[in-house]
């Protein structure tokens, strides 16, 4: 497979992931072999309808999934560290400290019979012994000035019903900064949120993660979002990894079908507002049962009489430096593409 060109120490380095839902002889594969690196202070997206095993991923690089899906093969290493080797026991203390995750919910996330300043302490002191309360306090309330909640004193002794979902999902981020991580794993942070708090979270975030110097892995379905946010994109369909670059590359010059279908559904500010948004038709194929040939392959409007398409699943390949895409005709995509006027 081919592997965009980045610096030989990675931060985060998942290769050949595969993780299954069930025994070898009965099971299936939900992620089927991804490979990624996140560089220290990097931003990268991965995006992908639902069912796409995003945030399966995101679980796993956590240690957080559970019988019946286990990891068949791969690497995790952070810092250079093999994760999938842990035990439970070392899992728990890397967790929350070296890498933290900022989940979907707050409100399934935080207790509700804790207050917020109880929460946050528990986090630090569960990986920093010997602080006093007076400390711990202290702490949680930099903590919470640091992703700009008002009164910080005072919400100390909130609890969590008594903050709006803006404030609950930004305690979450203050929990996850808690023990200043390497990396933060966000799993659609802003879903549940409208859409002015969802700005005001994700401005939060990124300045918070600049600030503390780590880098941020974002889960999400929202193609703005990523260009507003990530350095790289990786995107996700069928379990695997069918295109990755940089934003701008992806976003200007898509080279895979089912990209180039989430960036056309997306309203543009220079288009015609009576337009209509072009979908995406069928639905993504059963883990379980995947088509022959090409994942994508039954919604894709280039395999029409393709031979290719049917007979073989294409791999991730470069196809220009640092861009890589998993389709037969990448290139003609893109060509495709300029006759038809929408590459810029």
């Given at each position: 497979?081919?592997?965009?060109a980045?610096s030989?120490?990675?931060l985060l380095?998942?290769?050949?992931?595969?993780?299954?839902?069930?025994?070898?002889?009965?099971?299936f594969d939900?992620?089927?072999?991804?490979?990624f690196?996140?560089?220290?202070?990097?931003?990268?997206?991965?995006?992908?309808?639902?069912?796409?095993?995003k945030?399966?991923?995101?679980?796993?690089?956590l240690g957080?999934?559970a019988?019946?899906?286990?990891?068949?093969?791969?690497?995790?290493?952070?810092?250079?560290a093999?994760?999938?080797?842990?035990?439970?026991?070392?899992?728990?203390?890397?967790?929350?400290?070296?890498i933290?995750?900022?989940?979907?919910?707050?409100?399934?996330?935080?207790?509700?019979?804790?207050?917020?300043?109880?929460?946050?302490?528990?986090v630090?002191?569960?990986?920093?012994?010997?602080?006093?309360?007076?400390?711990?306090?202290?702490?949680?309330?930099?903590?919470?000035?640091l992703?700009?909640?008002p009164?910080?004193a005072?919400?100390?002794d909130?609890?969590?019903?008594?903050?709006?979902?803006?404030?609950?999902?930004?305690?979450?981020?203050?929990?996850?900064?808690?023990?200043?991580?390497r990396?933060?794993?966000?799993?659609?942070?802003?879903?549940?949120?409208?859409v002015?708090?969802?700005?005001?979270v994700?401005?939060?975030?990124?300045?918070?993660?600049?600030?503390?110097?780590?880098?941020?892995?974002?889960?999400?379905?929202?193609?703005?979002?990523?260009?507003?946010?990530?350095d790289?994109?990786?995107?996700m369909?069928?379990?695997?990894?069918?295109?990755?670059?940089?934003?701008?590359?992806?976003?200007?010059?898509?080279?895979?079908p089912?990209?180039?279908?989430l960036?056309?559904?997306i309203?543009r500010?220079?288009?015609?507002?009576?337009?209509?948004?072009?979908?995406?038709?069928?639905?993504p194929?059963?883990?379980?049962?995947?088509?022959?040939?090409?994942?994508?392959?039954?919604?894709?409007?280039?395999?029409?009489?393709?031979?290719?398409?049917t007979?073989e699943?294409?791999?991730?390949?470069?196809?220009?430096?640092?861009?890589?895409?998993?389709?037969?005709?990448?290139?003609?995509?893109?060509d495709?593409?300029?006759?038809?006027?929408?590459a810029?």
């Amino acid at each position: 497979m081919a592997m965009l060109a980045n610096s030989p120490q990675p931060l985060l380095d998942v290769q050949g992931l595969v993780v299954r839902i069930g025994s070898k002889a009965t099971g299936f594969d939900v992620v089927r072999g991804v490979s990624f690196q996140v560089q220290p202070g990097e931003t990268v997206c991965i995006v992908g309808e639902s069912g796409s095993g995003k945030t399966l991923t995101a679980l796993t690089l956590l240690g957080l999934h559970a019988d019946p899906v286990r990891i068949a093969s791969g690497r995790i290493a952070l810092d250079g560290a093999d994760l999938i080797s842990l035990s439970e026991r070392d899992f728990a203390a890397l967790r929350g400290d070296r890498i933290a995750m900022v989940f979907q919910d707050p409100m399934t996330s935080l207790n509700p019979v804790l207050t917020i300043g109880e929460q946050i302490s528990e986090v630090i002191s569960a990986h920093r012994e010997g602080l006093g309360r007076s400390q711990l306090r202290a702490e949680a309330v930099d903590l919470l000035k640091l992703v700009g909640i008002p009164a910080a004193a005072e919400r100390l002794d909130a609890y969590p019903h008594q903050l709006s979902g803006g404030m609950r999902q930004r305690i979450l981020i203050a929990i996850a900064l808690a023990n200043q991580p390497r990396v933060i794993v966000a799993d659609e942070p802003t879903t549940a949120l409208d859409v002015t708090i969802q700005a005001q979270v994700m401005d939060v975030m990124r300045a918070a993660v600049a600030k503390s110097g780590a880098a941020l892995l974002l889960i999400t379905h929202d193609m703005g979002l990523v260009a507003e946010t990530a350095d790289r994109v990786l995107v996700m369909y069928a379990g695997r990894i069918v295109e990755s670059g940089s934003v701008y590359d992806v976003f200007r010059e898509p080279r895979h079908p089912y990209t180039r279908a989430l960036l056309s559904s997306i309203p543009r500010v220079d288009g015609d507002p009576d337009a209509a948004l072009e979908a995406l038709g069928g639905e993504p194929p059963r883990l379980s049962n995947l088509p022959p040939g090409c994942s994508f392959r039954p919604r894709c409007k280039l395999s029409a009489g393709r031979a290719a398409c049917t007979r073989e699943d294409p791999q991730l390949r470069e196809i220009t430096v640092g861009h890589a895409a998993a389709c037969h005709f990448a290139e003609e995509l893109v060509d495709q593409m300029i006759l038809q006027g929408d590459a810029p």
